[in-house]
């Protein structure tokens, strides 16, 4: 378990070392939930756009252009 110890320990330098890791896993995790909810947002849009799009051309028709 000494390894292990020593790991967790890091040389002396855990005080500066493990609250980069979580700082760096905080801002990671802001990141994504920031991107997965722009995209959603974007797919919406689009959603609307093409929904007037088909609209304007006078028919509600699911065909690829």
Not at 19 to 27: D, E, F, K, M, R
Not at 31 to 43: C, G, I, K, P
Request: charged share 20%; hydrophobic share 45%; aromatic share 6%.
């Amino acid at each position: 378990m000494d390894s292990l110890s020593g790991i967790l320990h890091m040389g002396g330098y855990a005080g500066f070392v493990w609250p980069a890791y979580g700082i760096s896993i905080l801002v990671l995790v802001a990141v994504l939930a920031a991107s997965l909810l722009t995209a959603r947002h974007a797919e919406a849009d689009l959603d609307v756009l093409q929904r007037n799009r088909r609209a304007r051309r006078g028919g509600d028709s699911e065909t690829p252009e």
